[in-house]
């Protein structure tokens, strides 16, 4: 009976992963970028809605992404001492080309 109930609880620890959406600000690195993120967070005292950024690194194993490109991320074992997170797809292209 265990083996079963641990074998329907594989798939469920695999989809566990953050996915984050971003703009591209920089490319220049080889097959890496860094890709800043957005999110409203409300104040804790006041209530206002405040805008953070949070710059990450990721993996972009192609070199296909351009700077403004609007991607997702997914989050990955660490690759190398910053790079935590892969590229998944290119969702928008931006405007320089």
């Given at each position: 009976?265990?083996?079963?109930?641990?074998?329907?609880?594989?798939?469920?620890?695999?989809?566990?992963?953050k996915?984050?959406?971003?703009?591209?600000?920089s490319?220049?690195?080889?097959?890496?970028?860094?890709?800043?993120?957005?999110?409203?967070?409300?104040?804790?005292?006041?209530?206002?809605?405040?805008?953070?950024?949070?710059?990450?690194?990721?993996?972009?194993?192609?070199?296909?992404?351009?700077?403004?490109?609007?991607?997702?991320?997914?989050?990955?074992?660490?690759?190398?001492?910053?790079?935590?997170?892969?590229?998944?797809?290119i969702?928008?292209?931006?405007?320089?080309?």
């Open positions: 009976m265990t083996t079963s109930a641990n074998t329907t609880e594989a798939p469920r620890k695999r989809n566990l992963r996915t984050r959406t971003g703009v591209v600000l490319n220049k690195m080889e097959k890496s970028i860094v890709v800043a993120v957005t999110r409203r967070v409300r104040h804790k005292l006041y209530g206002k809605y405040m805008t953070r950024t949070t710059k990450l690194m990721a993996q972009d194993a192609n070199n296909e992404c351009n700077i403004g490109d609007t991607v997702l991320l997914m989050e990955t074992r660490p690759l190398s001492k910053r790079i935590r997170w892969r590229l998944v797809e969702m928008k292209r931006g405007a320089t080309e």
